[in-house]
């Protein structure tokens, strides 16, 4: 059964600090992975997705890398601004599972000004 | 492009009583609709896929006599919480793929609706 994990839970830093959030997942079986953005009480905003051939996604000044075979991924934020602030979810696609979403606990990030 | 909407965004009902949620694709066309609940301060988990046309497929321990699902055209889904109770109380989130656009490995989601059963 595949899990997610996403560490750590919590993250408050300093307006302008470069952060990593983790994610990891137990089988490598999977299609793709995505990382969302969620505000409190909102739906989710798709931020970045990379396909299981792919090892890394770029938008602006977020970066997501894929290691399939160890079963990690992570979302670099550079130069962190209080907008910013929000929680961050990973969810994996599993190989052949009609293209449900198996998702992370997610990371409450919160940049100080 | 890619727009997923719910309606109605907040609800508030008696204990007992159905509510339906709809969730509509407004640019493209969704054979595949997935419904999601989540819980304060907790991860999105799926309750079930729903394939136009067909019926729905339920992950383990969601109760399909309670949480009926309806995919009667391409843009339209609906989840319909029978005799809800508080322990129903939740967010409701949709989201849909593009089966016929370049972005379908992409699923986009609905902005969600918070139910509240007193």
């Known amino acids: 059964k595949q899990e997610v994990t996403q560490i750590p839970a919590a993250l408050s830093v300093p307006e302008g600090e470069n952060l990593v959030l983790n994610c990891s997942f137990t089988d490598s079986a999977i299609y793709n992975l995505q990382w969302f953005r969620q505000d409190p009480g909102k739906g989710l905003t798709s931020l970045l997705l990379?396909?299981?051939?792919?090892r890394e996604q770029t938008s602006g000044r977020l970066n997501a890398s894929l290691d399939k075979s160890s079963g990690r991924s992570t979302l670099y934020i550079a130069a962190s601004q209080p907008g910013d602030s929000a929680t961050y979810l990973c969810a994996v696609r599993p190989d052949n599972q009609g293209g449900k979403l198996i998702f992370g606990q997610g990371t409450e990030l919160s940049v100080k000004p | 492009g890619a727009v997923v909407s719910q309606h109605p965004s907040r609800v508030i009902c008696k204990s007992g009583t159905s509510v339906k949620i709809e969730c509509r694709s407004l640019?493209?066309?969704?054979?595949?609709m997935f419904w999601y609940r989540q819980f304060p301060k907790q991860s999105l988990m799926l309750m079930a896929t729903s394939n136009e046309g067909s019926k729905a497929t339920y992950e383990q321990g969601v109760e399909k006599d309670k949480f009926l699902i309806n995919h009667a055209s391409l843009t339209l889904s609906t989840l319909t919480v029978t005799s809800a109770h508080p322990e129903d109380s939740s967010f409701y989130i949709c989201?849909?793929?593009?089966?016929?656009?370049?972005?379908?490995?992409?699923?986009?989601f609905g902005p969600g609706t918070r139910l509240t059963v007193l």
């Open positions: 990379i396909q299981s051939s792919q």
């Open positions: 989201s849909a793929r593009d089966q016929g656009g370049l972005l379908y490995n992409e699923q986009f």
């Open positions: 640019d493209f066309q969704a054979t595949t």
